[in-house]
């Protein structure tokens, strides 16, 4: 007995060691290394509060951006994985530009095959899978197919407009997200899959329905799968844990083989998403050389890398096609819808600058004479440019990016001295960071496009500003993005003024949590214009 009772505790004890022994384990990297650091909570990391929603995203990688603020990098934790904080723009350029080939991926959990719409992903891609594929997709979003696609998005933009000026003064009283996501719902209705739903008149309609299903991630079941991908990712894929369940994505993936299979077995040709991946698929879509960066293109729009030009022979399956149809859905509808309503909140704050946006609308509406808006005459309002641009930077669509380190890679700390990440390390960008850091920028909390004009942007350090991403994996959708926004406040603003109500939160407080969401929604006002 007293045998049996001594092994137990032994047990207990060396059980007991092992589990601490795996709690702070590589804890000590970062002082080991010679690198400040913000001190992580047991399993939880450095952003244990975070999790647990007593802070958001957006203080989270301030706080930890402004901790040190002489340092070029800063340790973290999430969870137990080690992150290296990037806060010297030329770093960021030697990794994700310079050195891509050890920087080349994201950090992801996400298995192909359990999960194949977001598995397949261009965002999700890694290695030479993600270099084909993005090759592959790359001519679809150059200036030309942007030209394509203006009129459906112009059409959308038009029919928004025009459902408000028949609408009560009440009804033109609303929460703005909830109503770009609408627009941008129907945005890539039509522009990816040649459907008409008008999701203002028909707020039920299944398209609208499926979306707003597949982007909430906000119960505590799903936060409980992410939390247990990141920590258990082995287990998890052996559980067969997924982060969106099958049902949620059923619908969408009919839609997508419905219609290519009609389209194909009809013959029927429409200047949209679908189109040009079944010109992919046929291996008639090319990149042209000529198609890089021009005069005209909004000074937030990102140019494709040499990586993005090479020739790709690969043929792929339906579902690889369909992810990217997927995930440039999930983009569309919710990244753009939460750009276009931080923009409507800094015009209605700012009522001079949304004066001197009125009168360039105006002005290019005169020059029309009449005559439905043109891409070229959208790509040439500077002004526009600038106030979206700059509200890019205060609003940015993600506060971070990441690099997953591919083989062991040499960097420098603080004092000098050289350390090594190993492969598997994770770098952080800290989009945010960089957006309000006053090295960078004047009044980095003031919201002011004058950054942008003609006399003040070359002095922006451009390494410092990345909405949509940095190096070759970049945001590929950038163009399609800035154009629908640019789009809809073109014929919101030619007939009506954006103002605030008592249900405006001033100034704007976000959601705690992951989300780049307002705690309160951005509850403003359309107001008819009398011209």
Same mark, same amino acid.
């Given at each position: 007995?007293?045998?049996?009772?001594?092994?137990?505790?032994?047990?207990?004890?060396?059980?007991?060691?092992?589990?601490?022994?795996?709690?702070?384990?590589? !804890?000590?990297?970062?002082?080991?290394?010679?690198?400040?650091?913000?001190?992580?909570?047991?399993?939880?990391?450095?952003?244990?509060?975070?999790?647990?929603?007593?802070?958001?995203?957006?203080?989270?990688?301030?706080?930890?951006?402004?901790? !040190?603020?002489?340092?070029?990098?800063?340790?973290?934790?999430?969870?137990?994985?080690?992150?290296?904080?990037?806060?010297?723009?030329?770093?960021?350029?030697?990794?994700?530009?310079?050195?891509?080939?050890?920087?080349?991926?994201?950090?992801?959990?996400?298995?192909?095959?359990?999960?194949?719409?977001?598995?397949?992903?261009?965002?999700?891609?890694?290695?030479?899978?993600?270099?084909?594929?993005?090759?592959?997709?790359?001519?679809?979003?150059?200036?030309?197919?942007?030209?394509?696609?203006?009129?459906?998005?112009?059409?959308?933009?038009?029919?928004?407009?025009?459902?408000?000026?028949?609408?009560?003064?009440?009804?033109?009283?609303?929460?703005?997200?909830?109503?770009?996501?609408?627009?941008?719902?129907?945005?890539?209705?039509?522009?990816?899959?040649?459907?008409?739903?008008?999701?203002?008149?028909?707020?039920?309609?299944?398209?609208?329905?499926?979306?707003?299903?597949?982007?909430?991630?906000?119960?505590?079941?799903?936060?409980?799968?992410?939390?247990?991908?990141?920590?258990?990712?082995?287990?998890?894929?052996?559980?067969?844990?997924?982060?969106?369940?099958?049902?949620?994505?059923?619908?969408?993936?009919?839609?997508?083989?419905?219609?290519?299979? !009609?389209?194909?077995?009809?013959?029927?040709?429409?200047?949209?998403?679908?189109?040009?991946?079944?010109?992919?698929?046929?291996?008639?879509?090319?990149?042209?050389?000529?198609?890089?960066?021009?005069?005209?293109?909004?000074?937030?729009?990102?140019?494709?890398?040499?990586?993005?030009?090479?020739?790709?022979?690969?043929?792929?399956?339906?579902?690889?096609?369909?992810?990217?149809?997927?995930?440039?859905?999930?983009?569309?509808?919710?990244?753009?819808?939460?750009?276009?309503?931080?923009?409507?909140?800094?015009?209605?704050?700012?009522?001079?600058?949304?004066?001197?946006?009125?009168?360039?609308?105006?002005?290019?509406?005169?020059?029309?004479?009449?005559?439905?808006?043109?891409?070229?005459?959208?790509?040439?309002?500077?002004?526009?440019?600038?106030?979206?641009?700059?509200?890019?930077?205060?609003?940015?669509?993600?506060?971070?990016?990441?690099?997953?380190?591919?083989?062991?890679?040499?960097?420098?700390?603080?004092?000098?001295?050289?350390?090594?990440?190993?492969?598997?390390?994770?770098?952080?960008?800290?989009?945010?960071?960089?957006?309000?850091?006053?090295?960078?920028?004047?009044?980095?909390?003031?919201?002011?496009?004058?950054?942008?004009?003609?006399?003040?942007?070359?002095?922006?350090?451009?390494?410092?500003?990345?909405?949509?991403?940095?190096?070759?994996?970049?945001?590929?959708?950038?163009?399609?993005?800035?154009?629908?926004?640019?789009?809809?406040?073109?014929?919101?603003?030619?007939?009506?003024?954006?103002?605030?109500?008592?249900?405006?939160?001033?100034?704007?407080?976000?959601?705690?949590?992951?989300?780049?969401?307002?705690?309160?929604?951005?509850?403003?006002?359309?107001?008819?214009?009398?011209?």
């Amino acid at each position: 007995m007293v045998v049996t009772t001594g092994i137990i505790v032994v047990a207990i004890v060396w059980l007991g060691n092992k589990i601490y022994r795996w709690i702070y384990e590589g !804890y000590d990297l970062f002082e080991n290394l010679g690198i400040k650091f913000i001190k992580p909570a047991p399993i939880l990391g450095s952003n244990w509060r975070l999790f647990f929603r007593k802070t958001t995203l957006r203080e989270t990688i301030l706080n930890a951006y402004n901790a !040190y603020p002489d340092a070029s990098i800063v340790g973290l934790f999430d969870m137990k994985q080690p992150i290296f904080m990037i806060r010297d723009p030329e770093i960021v350029k030697q990794i994700t530009v310079k050195d891509f080939d050890h920087f080349g991926d994201h950090r992801s959990v996400l298995d192909e095959k359990k999960e194949p719409l977001f598995g397949n992903s261009l965002v999700n891609l890694k290695g030479q899978k993600w270099r084909e594929m993005r090759a592959t997709l790359s001519p679809i979003f150059t200036g030309s197919k942007m030209r394509q696609m203006f009129e459906l998005v112009s059409e959308i933009g038009a029919q928004i407009a025009e459902y408000f000026k028949n609408v009560t003064d009440e009804e033109r009283h609303l929460e703005f997200k909830e109503m770009f996501s609408r627009f941008t719902n129907d945005v890539i209705a039509t522009a990816a899959f040649g459907i008409e739903v008008d999701s203002l008149k028909n707020k039920q309609n299944e398209f609208f329905v499926s979306a707003k299903t597949l982007m909430d991630f906000s119960s505590f079941w799903t936060i409980l799968r992410f939390m247990f991908l990141f920590m258990f990712p082995k287990v998890a894929k052996f559980l067969g844990i997924r982060l969106v369940p099958e049902w949620k994505t059923k619908f969408f993936q009919s839609i997508v083989t419905e219609t290519m299979d !009609y389209r194909e077995k009809e013959g029927i040709v429409r200047p949209d998403l679908i189109h040009l991946m079944l010109q992919l698929k046929k291996g008639m879509l090319k990149l042209n050389n000529n198609e890089t960066k021009d005069s005209n293109d909004s000074f937030a729009a990102v140019e494709e890398s040499e990586l993005g030009r090479v020739v790709v022979r690969r043929q792929w399956s339906d579902n690889e096609l369909m992810a990217q149809c997927f995930i440039f859905f999930l983009a569309g509808f919710d990244t753009s819808s939460t750009a276009m309503s931080f923009l409507a909140y800094e015009l209605a704050i700012n009522k001079d600058i949304q004066e001197k946006l009125i009168a360039e609308i105006d002005q290019v509406n005169e020059d029309l004479n009449g005559k439905r808006l043109t891409y070229d005459a959208l790509q040439k309002m500077k002004y526009l440019d600038m106030v979206l641009t700059e509200s890019l930077r205060m609003w940015a669509p993600a506060e971070l990016t990441d690099r997953l380190c591919l083989k062991d890679y040499k960097l420098k700390n603080d004092q000098g001295v050289e350390f090594t990440m190993k492969k598997d390390h994770v770098a952080w960008i800290p989009i945010g960071g960089f957006h309000y850091d006053a090295k960078y920028w004047k009044n980095p909390e003031k919201f002011d496009p004058e950054r942008f004009s003609d006399e003040h942007k070359s002095n922006v350090n451009q390494g410092a500003y990345m909405p949509f991403g940095v190096g070759p994996r970049n945001c590929i959708g950038s163009r399609f993005a800035l154009m629908e926004i640019k789009c809809a406040f073109y014929y919101l603003l030619l007939n009506f003024t954006i103002e605030t109500t008592e249900k405006t939160q001033i100034p704007l407080q976000l959601e705690k949590g992951f989300a780049q969401r307002p705690e309160k929604g951005i509850w403003l006002k359309l107001e008819k214009r009398n011209k």
